[in-house]
């Protein structure tokens, strides 16, 4: 397991060096794209999860509150580990009431973070765009708080 957690540890690293240097462009569920450059100034949390995942479930209401109570300075993106169809993902996001926004996880291989095995993880980036911390676990606001300070 610590092998796992330091290989992968070591590829999001690796991956997410150039992230800050250009522009990345994501999509969402509508496919339209997300600009990392354009939420320049805003901590940005992208949060793996699945439906089957228990600690991915509960960490959702506080994903929520989290998100209404820091939208001028915090973007959370919901990405879902199993990647299902785009309708699937549309019922999924409805059947849990996420309320902040949901990426394409096909989209994400310019991020590189496909070596991703465990869930629920949370990816952080800092207001310049670049990977701040790696969350592993289910979150609390606190959590989400203390993430931005560390």
Not at 58 to 74: C, G, P, R, T, W
Not at 75 to 94: C, K, M, W, Y
Request: glycine share 6%; net charge negative.
């Amino acid at each position: 397991m610590k092998k796992l957690f330091v290989y992968l540890s070591l590829v999001v690293c690796l991956g997410l060096h150039a992230v800050g240097q250009a522009d990345v462009v994501l999509k969402d569920l509508k496919g339209d794209p997300v600009s990392l450059e354009s939420l320049s100034g805003k901590w940005v949390f992208i949060n793996y999860w699945a439906s089957w995942c228990g600690p991915c479930v509960d960490e959702i209401a506080e994903l929520n509150k989290f998100y209404h109570v820091n939208q001028e300075s915090v973007e959370v993106f919901a990405v879902n580990f199993d990647a299902p169809s785009v309708i699937q993902q549309q019922h999924l996001v409805r059947q849990f009431d996420i309320q902040y926004p949901s990426l394409n996880p096909k989209s994400l291989s310019a991020l590189h973070l496909e070596a991703i095995s465990v869930v629920p993880v949370t990816f952080v980036f800092d207001p310049e765009g670049h990977l701040h911390t790696t969350l592993y676990g289910g979150q609390t606001r606190r959590s989400l708080q203390i993430a931005m300070k560390a």
